[in-house]
């Protein structure tokens, strides 16, 4: 057996990560640079102050229930895979998910708690570079997702389903591109992997990852659609196609 470099194992571990799907967004302890792991964690801990402070003046106490149930069903979808090719999985991320249901304040702080009990009880990331996950997957994910479902939405139907099913899809697709990008970027940054090679494996994988995200993402906001469509962030004010008085909105 041939005894290699300790930086070379480093290196092949490295890329091992990298080019798994179902850990690659889930950066662990030791792969940021400290500059860039502050950045990254006060990036977090003020866009989730904001949450706090948005949430406790614009949202009535109903939401507060639909929040919990919201992260419990992220947080159970995430540990389902599903297969892409090359023999490995992805899973959903939820992000515009959260924003279409919660809206981009609320959602955002769904996530954050969602990634910080998978790190502190799962070890599914590091501790250290917690800020970087939330902030890439929760709060861009999320933030992004809605705002750019919210543009879709207005722009083919604000109250039809034409609007809000391409939004959902086309949001959760390049939600989940844009935060494997920024990831890229970080491990770039920190001096961890050549910029090339990290926007090649990770934003190559999450373009088909992103295809499964955005299907899940879809069915699970149509099911809400067709049985409780006042459960959506700025409801439908009629159901298209039906006589039926509008909707509460909040």
Same mark, same amino acid.
């Given at each position: %057996?041939?005894?290699?470099?300790?930086?070379?194992?480093?290196?092949?571990?490295?890329?091992?990560?990298?080019?798994?799907?179902?850990?690659?967004?889930?950066?662990?302890?030791?792969?940021?640079? #400290?500059?860039?792991?502050?950045?990254?964690? =006060?990036? /977090?801990?003020? &866009?989730?102050?904001?949450?706090?402070? +948005?949430?406790?003046?614009?949202?009535?106490?109903?939401?507060?229930? @639909? %929040?919990?149930?919201?992260?419990?069903?992220?947080?159970?979808?995430? %540990? =389902?895979?599903?297969?892409?090719?090359?023999?490995?999985?992805?899973? &959903? @991320?939820?992000?515009?998910?959260?924003?279409?249901? @919660?809206?981009?304040?609320?959602?955002? @702080? $769904?996530?954050?708690?969602?990634?910080?009990?998978? /790190?502190?009880?799962?070890?599914?990331?590091?501790?250290?570079?917690?800020?970087?996950?939330?902030?890439?997957?929760? !709060?861009?994910? *999320?933030?992004?997702?809605?705002? !750019?479902?919210?543009?879709?939405?207005? /722009?083919?139907?604000?109250?039809?389903? +034409?609007?809000?099913?391409?939004?959902?899809?086309?949001?959760?697709? *390049?939600?989940?591109?844009?935060?494997?990008? !920024?990831?890229?970027?970080?491990?770039? &940054?920190?001096?961890?992997?050549?910029?090339?090679?990290? #926007?090649?494996?990770?934003?190559?994988?999450?373009?088909?990852?992103?295809?499964?995200?955005? !299907?899940?993402?879809?069915?699970?906001?149509?099911? $809400?659609?067709?049985?409780?469509?006042? #459960? &959506?962030?700025?409801?439908? +004010?009629? +159901?298209?196609?039906?006589?039926?008085?509008?909707?509460?909105?909040?």
């Amino acid at each position: %057996m041939i005894a290699l470099p300790s930086s070379t194992i480093e290196f092949s571990s490295l890329l091992h990560w990298v080019i798994q799907p179902q850990l690659a967004m889930h950066i662990p302890d030791g792969f940021l640079s #400290l500059p860039v792991s502050l950045v990254t964690w =006060i990036v /977090a801990i003020a &866009l989730i102050a904001l949450c706090l402070n +948005r949430v406790e003046g614009e949202y009535q106490e109903r939401a507060v229930p @639909l %929040m919990g149930v919201c992260a419990a069903f992220i947080f159970a979808a995430q %540990m =389902i895979n599903f297969p892409i090719p090359g023999g490995t999985s992805g899973h &959903l @991320l939820g992000g515009t998910l959260a924003g279409v249901l @919660l809206g981009p304040w609320a959602g955002s @702080l $769904v996530m954050a708690v969602v990634f910080i009990v998978q /790190a502190v009880v799962f070890q599914d990331g590091g501790i250290t570079v917690l800020g970087a996950n939330i902030t890439n997957m929760g !709060l861009i994910g *999320t933030f992004c997702g809605y705002y !750019l479902y919210r543009t879709i939405r207005h /722009a083919l139907g604000r109250d039809s389903w +034409r609007g809000i099913g391409i939004g959902t899809a086309v949001a959760a697709w *390049t939600s989940v591109v844009i935060a494997s990008i !920024l990831c890229a970027i970080q491990l770039a &940054l920190s001096g961890t992997i050549p910029l090339g090679i990290a #926007l090649v494996a990770m934003a190559g994988w999450h373009v088909i990852i992103a295809i499964g995200e955005a !299907l899940i993402t879809l069915v699970t906001v149509s099911f $809400v659609w067709r049985n409780r469509p006042d #459960l &959506l962030y700025h409801p439908p +004010r009629k +159901r298209i196609g039906s006589i039926s008085r509008p909707l509460s909105s909040r």
